[in-house]
């Protein structure tokens, strides 16, 4: 028994819109530990949804279809899998009533368009839609299960919680759930960390596999059980041998940010932080507060675009700025020096570099970003990196900010 | 001849990530007039990866892949697309080079695990990764077109249009090309821009659509034709007319951003803007910034969280910090005046309110945002709104930034 997706519309094959629909029915499966092995899109073409029935039947035995149940000729889907079945369709006098009442309550009348959606085949079982006028349905036909709900993602989702997942439990689903803690490192390639965790790749249960994405590694450890505690338990073995062979590497689990794992240290301690920046022009001010309660460790900062603001606000010396230019070690420091005493915060991030894609030269190429750090201990460290001249002015900084963060989390 | 999508990750299947790769390849595929049916998403596991490939080959002729292509067991991509059409792999030799040249960059040293990704089957052709280790490959097996890319969405992009765009083009796509303007809109909701622009829905040829999306809305205006030029000489009409029918409430068409569209006229005006932030820690100014160029007319900003910021740096008087609270028009009024001053510019803007989840009152609940805006004449105007207490901090932060920078906007 498994579960596949089918969303249907013109829209997403157009690139119109971000198919979100399929992946929160894809965190719903997982959570009523439901296998769900194939998404399919498909346009709004009775042939090619009847192809994608066909192949959907071979392979999968709960098929669960979103969009097309609207009131318009491009609305095919309840049509296709009726004529699919070569079973007749038949009008819900319900749904009639239902989507009467709808437009009366904003003050117009039911079109003649709408009767449509009261079609359902016969022997489906109708999904009310409390919101809009397309209800969804539940068959239960040859030995498989389908279920079609509208694109509309609010409704949707709330027609999945009200009607599907209690179907899905009397099902027998449910009782046994997929439960996942993401693992999140920095300071180390996918390959490099994959090669130290290698001896945990063929485990069965619980199961460990890498992924990779912007300025972080991620290592999901995931098992089968009758419930999170339960599946806690037989991860946490895993999870700590995982931590123990990434050392600092590690900083964080599932929805934990460099932020939020920075933010939770500087809490702790009751220490204060303030940010300089230039490159990221207010980026690692905006990632720091992002944090809910971060104004208990976050006081402020100053963004210095301009190498007056940086000399008149943050006290970078001139001389400096000139003999060493504003991307350096040098003035890196003196902007964390001086926001930190500006801002009598006990630590002082400063970051200037080159976003690109103009501004490089050969000694000094896009991409180049050096990160200073004070203490109040009055100690200052600085770092210089290169994040690839071809990535991009986000990238690069976006991957900077990120990179302040975790020197200064491995410092504290 | 048409395209179907594949991608590959179980990661998709689980619900961890979005599939946005499948959407910008929809876009690419309209924009070369290539037409596409389907699209598929298979987890990483050899045997539905072949089931897939079986049924893209029956109803498809160009099959895209993405992910898979990385360095670890579960990367299979590559290799179940060679043992499909039973052709052995080969290793490329400059493959193994750039990788090695790659990890010697960031001061690592290639994996044994690495060497899996320089395989590809006999008779392909690699697509080189400029800034990733996963290259792809296009192959032009038994009147099919089959091309791989990471799943990395930044590489996958740069290769796209690096390598496939100009190919399929050799192969005679692109002649007709679907063109579409997406024509931007601010202060203005989806029903009542589309109420005033209704009879432009029924046209056929450009087509009329519209989209809301987060703090805007949007108008896709659509043509098929030879080139860009033809297209632009088609739409241009209808985009005129919607012009003259939104009047300023029309910011900007496609890539355009508030941010651009601002900065734009600011570095035609030859004028200067700095920001002081509180609620959004830095967000509008990484706004700003995330424009190429932008040094020419942004100076910088305070990031000013706490009271003592505000008052230390910004000149904000006690008193009405205290009289009026933090989050008040005179607050925000005062931030601005007082970056404005310090760093000598044109414009400057404050910013205060309440991101939430913690923070409100019944006067003043989570949402509230006031924004300051002073002149280089001496004017200063403020606006107070309110984003909606439980539409989530990330989304009062994001837009109270656009609202400012469309404040500004409206003002030059």
């Not at 192949?55 to 004529?83: Q, V």
């Not at 920095?186 to 063929?202: M, P, W």
């Not at 900083?251 to 303030?274: C, M």
Request: charged share 20%; proline share 4%.
């Amino acid at each position: 028994m498994s579960a596949e997706i089918i969303c249907i519309g013109t829209e997403i094959l157009l690139g119109d819109i971000l198919n979100s629909n399929a992946q929160y029915l894809a965190q719903e499966l997982a959570k009523l530990g439901i296998p769900h092995y194939y998404q399919t899109v498909v346009g709004d073409n009775l042939n090619r949804i009847h192809h994608v029935i066909k192949t959907a039947l071979e392979r999968s035995s709960i098929l669960i279809f979103t969009g097309g149940l609207g009131p318009t000729p491009d609305d095919l889907t309840t049509e296709a899998i009726a004529s699919y079945f070569q079973t007749k369709m038949i009008e819900d006098g319900e749904i009639i009533e239902d989507i009467k009442i709808k437009f009366a309550h904003r003050g117009r009348e039911m079109t003649p368009n709408n009767r449509k959606q009261a079609l359902i085949p016969q022997g489906a079982l109708v999904l009310p839609n409390k919101t809009g006028t397309a209800p969804g349905m539940m068959w239960e036909k040859e030995d498989k299960i389908i279920l079609t709900f509208p694109g509309v993602p609010s409704e949707m989702k709330q027609m999945w919680q009200d009607t599907a997942v209690p179907f899905l439990k009397t099902k027998g689903w449910g009782q046994e759930i997929i439960y996942s803690q993401m693992m999140r490192f920095r300071g180390i390639g996918e390959s490099s960390l994959a090669q130290k965790v290698n001896h945990l790749f063929d485990l069965t249960n619980p199961t460990v596999a890498p992924y990779a994405s912007h300025g972080e590694v991620k290592l999901r450890v995931s098992t089968k059980a009758k419930n999170p505690e339960e599946a806690r338990k037989i991860i946490q073995p895993i999870t700590e041998e995982i931590k123990a062979i990434a050392g600092q590497d590690y900083f964080g689990s599932d929805s934990d940010t460099l932020a939020s794992v920075v933010g939770n240290i500087l809490k702790q301690k009751g220490e204060t932080i303030s940010v300089a920046e230039s490159c990221t022009g207010g980026g690692l001010g905006a990632m720091l507060t992002d944090i809910e309660g971060s104004s208990e460790y976050f006081m402020g900062g100053i963004i210095a675009y301009s190498n007056e603001v940086k000399m008149k606000l943050l006290g970078v010396s001139e001389d400096d700025l000139n003999k060493e230019g504003a991307v350096s070690a040098m003035v890196a420091e003196q902007m964390a020096i001086g926001v930190r005493e500006k801002l009598g915060t006990d630590w002082g991030i400063g970051i200037t570099g080159i976003a690109g894609p103009g501004g490089g030269t050969e000694s000094k190429p896009v991409g180049l970003v050096y990160i200073g750090i004070a203490s109040a201990k009055g100690e200052v460290f600085s770092y210089g990196d290169t994040y690839g001249s071809n990535r991009g002015r986000y990238l690069v900084r976006y991957l900077s900010a990120c990179n302040a963060l975790d020197k200064l989390r491995r410092m504290l």
